[in-house]
T-cell receptor
C-alpha cells in the first residue's frame, strides 16, 4: 500500500466546472505539498500546508491533519489548468509523492 | 534570474553503461534533491545534497550516487544501467537543509536500451 493515495487518477471537466482532487496519506507528516506537472515534465509547486486552508487565485488547498486528508480545489476551471496534479508529504526527512491526478479541461 | 537548469535534456544509453546527469540550482539555493519519475508514476526521492554531503536518501541502490560542488551544482551518477532505469530524472533546489519548498528543473529523460 502506498503511503500517499490520490483520487481520482483521471479527471475530465468542461471549462468553468469546479474541480476537486483528493489526497490521503497513512503516515504522520510535517507538511503536505501540491504540485502541478505539465506535459514535458516541468513541475511547479502550488502549495505547502501543514494545517487549515490556503488560496491562490482560483486554487484552494485544504488539509485535515486528524483525518490525514487533503483536497485541492480549482474554481472556474480553464483548459490551461490541464495538467497532472501531484500530492507529496514530508515524512522523516523525505518527500513521498502520490502518483498524480491527470486533469483535462475541455472548452 | 535563471531557475533550476538540468543537462542534458535527453539521453539514450545501453544496459551496463554509466551515465552522469547535471543540475544547477536556482540562484541563492544551497540544497539539491534528485528524483526519478517513471512513466505514469509520481516522482521517487533518490537523495538530497546539502553542504556537499548526501543528507537523506530514498530506497535506491548504491548504483545511484551523487555529488555536490562548492557552487551548489550537483551531479547524479548511475552505474551499470538497467532497462528499469529508464525514466525522467528531476532535480529540485531549495534553501536550507531539510527544506522542501523546492523549485524543479525541467528534467532529463533517460532511455536505456
Amino acid at each position: 500500500k502506498n503511503e500517499v493515495e490520490q483520487s481520482p487518477q483521471n479527471l475530465t471537466a468542461q471549462e468553468g466546472e469546479f474541480i476537486t482532487i483528493n489526497c490521503s496519506y497513512s503516515v504522520g507528516i510535517s507538511a503536505l505539498h501540491w504540485l502541478q506537472q505539465h506535459p514535458g515534465g516541468g513541475i511547479v509547486s502550488l502549495f505547502m500546508l501543514s494545517s487549515g486552508k490556503k488560496k491562490h487565485g482560483r486554487l484552494i488547498a485544504t488539509i485535515n491533519i486528524q483525518e490525514k486528508h487533503s483536497s485541492l480545489h480549482i474554481t472556474a476551471s480553464h483548459p490551461r489548468d490541464s495538467a497532472v496534479y501531484i500530492c507529496a508529504v514530508e515524512f522523516t526527512d523525505k518527500l513521498i509523492f502520490g502518483t498524480g491526478t491527470r486533469l483535462q479541461v475541455f472548452p | 534570474d535563471a531557475g533550476v537548469t538540468q543537462s542534458p535534456t535527453h539521453l539514450i544509453k545501453t544496459r551496463g553503461q554509466q551515465v552522469t546527469l547535471r543540475c544547477s540550482p536556482k540562484s541563492g539555493h544551497d540544497t539539491v534533491s534528485w528524483y526519478q519519475q517513471a512513466l505514469g508514476q509520481g516522482p521517487q526521492f533518490i537523495f538530497q545534497y546539502y553542504e556537499e554531503e548526501e543528507r537523506q536518501r530514498g530506497n535506491f541502490p548504491d548504483r545511484f550516487s551523487g555529488h555536490q560542488f562548492p557552487n551548489y551544482s550537483s551531479e547524479l551518477n548511475v552505474n551499470a544501467l538497467l532497462l528499469g532505469d529508464s525514466a525522467l530524472y528531476l532535480c529540485a533546489s531549495s534553501f536550507g537543509r531539510g527544506q522542501w519548498r523546492q523549485f524543479f528543473g525541467p528534467g532529463t529523460r533517460l532511455t536505456v536500451l
